[in-house]
């Protein structure tokens, strides 16, 4: 039998590197140019970050029915994420145990067992190898099944971790979480639309970006009709104490109108506290207050779950390294984040509605995502700009605002102590 | 004078993850993933085993002309292979030796001398400098030759050698080719067809595939048609026993009428036991058994040589480490895998027909190539989706199949084999 | 405050081969091939050459009122340059003091301030930060200036320097080229037209084929029109000795009539004699002699300055590392050669004309640029050729020819000194 540690990531030569630019981190400013740059933290990050930790990947609507499949890229590792017979939801890596061909070319389909393209071998739902030509009688099928992959539902939030043993603390995340996310009922709703995006930029860029609101004003005129931009880690400060005070009004009004209504609302703040890292809040929403569309009304008449009251503002859900997520009365709009190579990132944003809503009658995709798709291109464009500056050898990290800044010091505190830890592990 | 020794390949850094891969190789298993992903990998597969050993680039009907040439690139490698006036075949490195221009930009071409686009040093078809301005009365020609490739014409197929010292087997593997191949007469053909792809996969991937038949039944419904599977490298086993041994009386049969006929047709396999790795064996066709063709039957009226039956068969003849031929009493089909980078290959598909057929009489390009256009497409696929998983961190390598990919394993032996006395020489 | 010295390039790697690459120069032999072609020893030529000399970007026309503006990228760094309100040509590194976003997109333009799109961060024109919101009392906005690049307008040429101390013997060069330059009144003259090209080659194979003739009777049918070869560093020899004595005397009473028209003329050598390294002679051109032109007579018939005379020949000014120009009577171009990665090159030309001269009446775009497009394109097609050419493992470094390639020699000496100078400092 080959061996079971292929020769892969190098410690060796990444690591001094690394090891320094980990020690010379400076609290509180932006990170150091070979962090969004250096094709070896790239490597690191693929190997000790997204093959580590959970990563959000897809929703439990995109694999509906028995046989239902997608199939999903993270790095080098294509994931097959299939609904078996009874109901469950199994992931696996998406190569074959004979020669290693891939199993499933497209993006999405269905399927009753999984045969590889090359020479037939055949796989049940559940990843046991069943049929396999011309190996002889002393062949063990079981002994090449399909490698399996952790993934865990989140009330219809599909996470997976490739890691042989994946961080303890996210059941704990997960049962946190469920009350905040039940009442949505994801797992019933169905897929409206999804739109993936390529972001000539490092992944850390597209998620400091999504962890303040500084930019939206400057940026962002479809989003802040509805978008208080004070629910995105602002602090109170000389310029906007005011604005802030007035906003923190309006949320605790909110808040108990919600929590009666049965939906927890507090604010969860565990962004850098916790190796499965996350935030979450029930925020409001600005004028009508119902939906984050152009008019701020709800984007599809018949609300998820049977909601009486569609202004239920947004609840937000923020996981580290990659996703964030606003739960509506009408639909839930995610995103999920992955690394391409070191200067590219794959946005992919994924618009669910009531699963008997009708196109056409119901809501349309224009208006449903006109917002997001709006404001995904010009957060593209700042994160292509500022990939462009951190290339140039005068770039200097610069300092994080500490009042409308403190949620992308804490995705940098996150991530820089995740990867102390990922390099310590390496010996 | 500058130094004979560039600053090339070096050994250092490369040659411990090489020596590791290389002890680290389980018998009977694919190729762990290095081998199909690493530049350095690469580098060392294009230094160590193109640039050392003899090389099918391209049949003598290309250069049928005094001053007729052709460029075929190996690597970084250009070369100008060129029909001299005394109708022998030259092949130099295609650079000046002026300022290093590439001589020759074309493919393919006519030419009376050599004649530099830059500072217009001309050079006479054997490689002399015979002219070159301003270098005053002591500059010497004589020291600014082109360079010589070794290059050998075996019946028709020319193979180089850019090693100074190519591998002395060669002449014994022509000598013992040489009565197989000289009834088709290759020579005095003429080109119908050549196709280029380029497969998005690593070379040895598409010579693991070229290797066995195991794939044939569930992919290449062209083929098969006419493709006995059992001729490449099947072993009796539980599944075929049957199937092979009727398989084995075709081919007696076919043989005994053959070999009377004046051509060898016995099995030759020496594709891991010597530097100069080969397999040739005429093999029968299925139904009217005349050719890979659609229907079986001739696609060229006009046979090779003076045949006087249509119904030859194939023979067949693989080298190590890149290429295959099919000669049949009408046309010669020929491949050329020439790496373009670690996951980029060339497949250059050569068709050969009598020099006096006449296109639309006596063959149509569109019969003649239908088959292999289509197999090589699916093979094209097949190196793709396998280039995609062993890509994958999951890849492991998986066992051959004992009995119908043994020509596979010989491959991968060969490759390892040389790949260790090349790394043992550079000490 | 974060380190001052990011971590970039890193000498341990590169040095090494760098250190015997640039003992191993075998002198008038071009150069051995990984300094046209190896990533690491292109990052010196960036670290070491590019961002430590004076590089010509710009012609001053470019930003000619106040507040206009260009953007130049050399390497990964780009570069702001800019009008101010007093007339003064201002150059800054175009990257945000924040989180280091790219400031200005565009090629070119206008502005008041300097604002950041991110989180509109506003700079004047002097590069001070002058507005930055949410930063709280303590920011010290004068510690977040843009940084600043070194620049020079040479009667009308804009040179920069990236080092913290440029050569110190440029003022020198200037104040030499000034009297020379001065008469043709570049500072007041209008940009007429641009054109970049970029060539797949190497920078050095750039300058190199700038740097001799030997090539033009070949391949320059439009420019050798009006150019005599003998100017480009040609030395007596068997072959043209008859040639280059005719020449001189053309030169001799040239120079006469101009320098008593107040125009130096006498050539200045000193590329490989100091660390601004240039070259200018005002030389004679054929027939007509006016200009650069299919019939060279002049271009614009509304002359530069107010030059009685058309027939100035053309003053020419080479410099180190990457830039030469020519100057007529009615016009000057100007060529900025700035490398893109080791295989790609950009080439920047730039034909200035009298400010007031009108389009379609004094000249045509057409008519100003058809010599240089038309020869720039058959030198990119050489400098590709040779980039091919040396990539090849069979390129060997050849002799440079003593009577005609006498520049690209110096070229190269001037090149390998300065790099042996850079590698030095790094200890
Ligand atoms: S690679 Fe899957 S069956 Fe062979
Ligand atoms: S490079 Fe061939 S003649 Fe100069
Ligand atoms: S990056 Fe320029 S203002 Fe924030
Ligand atoms: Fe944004
Ligand atoms: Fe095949
Ligand atoms: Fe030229």
Known sequence: MPTAQPIRFQPATSTALLRQLLEQRTPGHSLEAPFYLDPSVFQADMALIFER?????AVAPQVAEPGDYITVDVGHNSILIVRDDDMGIQAFHNVCRHRGSKLCEAHQGSLGNIVCP??????????????????GETFLKEQHQLRRVHLRNVEGLLFICLADEPPADFDEVAARMKPYLAPHRL????????????ERGNWKLTMENNRECYHCVGNHPELTISLYEHG??????PQNEEGLARFEQIVEDSHAKWEAMGLPSARLEELDSRVSGFRTQRLPLDRAGQSQTMDTQVACTKLLADFGDA???GLSFWTQPNSWHHFMSDHVVSFSVI????????????????????EGVDYTVENLTKVWNATNDQDRRLVELTQAGVASPAYRPGPYSP?????????CVWY????????ASLG
């Open 311 to 313: 202004a239920l503002g």
């Open 118 to 135: 090359y020479h037939q071998w055949t796989y049940d739902l559940e990843g046991r190898l069943i049929h396999a030509d011309h190996m």
């Open 187 to 198: 797992n019933e709703a169905k897929v409206a639309a999804q739109v993936d995006i390529i």
């Open 53 to 57: 930790h959970w990563i959000f990947v």
């Open 416 to 423: 820089v102590d995740r990867l102390r830890a990922g390099v």
């Open 232 to 237: 995105f880690g602002y602090q109170p400060g």
């Open 339 to 358: 690394p391409i190579s070191a200067e590219r990132t794959l946005v992919r944003t994924t618009w669910c509605v009531h699963k008997d809503a009708v």
């Open 403 to 411: 009042f409308t800044e403190g949620l992308v010091e804490a995705f």
